[in-house]
């Protein structure tokens, strides 16, 4: 299992089953296969979507721990905005926005960019966002054992705009909270400080 990769390699057993799949689902719309401009499609399909789902094969918790530091730091550090793409687990349509995500270490900081490569990881599978959301809480909470963590997505979701309800522009928010952030004037000074941030 690697920690992240850089996503050129596609798993060729896979990349053929999808493949086929994609041709069944195209030809079933009555697209005409063999035409031009679809006939690598269900190739690039199923390459994209192994793109898009590649966070099944990658470890978040092995991300963290390959750059914590000691460092005798208290206070809150806040990774704001780190955009984020998903897909809904029940239309595998995509979901899309920001997170937030705030932690008070414990004797270890992390390497800032793996934070938003936990957020990658977790964003990378067929989700729905209040998952998502305790899925990075709990990992950087059970990895880095901080003082306290927090997250807060934001997130509109396709399936409710392109199809279903269809409205544009409601945002979804959902938000986590462990340990010092579970007091009231902790989360508080975090939601003041990503505040410019929420719509
Ligand atoms: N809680 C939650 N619901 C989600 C998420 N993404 C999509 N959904 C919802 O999943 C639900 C699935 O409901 P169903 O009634 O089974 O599906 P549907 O008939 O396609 O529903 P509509 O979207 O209302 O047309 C819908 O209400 C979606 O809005 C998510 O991340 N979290
Ligand atoms: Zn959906």
Do not use: W
Not at 7 to 23: A, I, Q, V, W
Not at 171 to 195: A, D, H, M, P
Request: glycine letters at 6%; proline letters at 3%; hydrophobic letters at 35%.
């Amino acid at each position: 299992m690697s920690n992240y990769r850089f996503f050129d390699e596609y798993n060729e057993e896979t990349t053929e089953e999808l493949k086929n799949n994609y041709s069944n689902i195209i030809s079933g719309l009555g697209e005409d296969i063999t035409r031009e401009g679809i006939v690598k499609t269900p190739e690039r399909a199923s390459k994209a979507m192994q793109f898009l789902t590649q966070g099944y094969d990658q470890d978040p918790a092995e991300i963290l721990k390959g750059a914590m530091f000691a460092e005798d730091y208290n206070d809150m550090v806040i990774i704001k905005d780190i955009e984020l793409y998903s897909l809904c687990e029940h239309h595998i349509l995509p979901f899309f926005g920001k997170a937030h995500v705030a932690y008070i270490p414990n004797g270890h900081i992390v390497g800032l960019s793996k934070i938003p490569r936990v957020v990658d990881v977790f964003a990378r599978r067929l989700q729905v966002q209040e998952r998502l959301t305790h899925d990075i809480l709990e990992c950087i909470n059970d990895t880095l054992k901080p003082k306290g963590v927090a997250v807060v997505i934001e997130a509109s979701h396709m399936c409710m705009m392109m199809r279903g309800v269809q409205k544009q522009n409601s945002v979804t928010t959902t938000s986590g909270f462990r340990g010092q952030f579970e007091k009231i004037e902790t989360r508080n000074e975090f939601l003041k400080l990503i505040s410019s941030s929420l719509s």
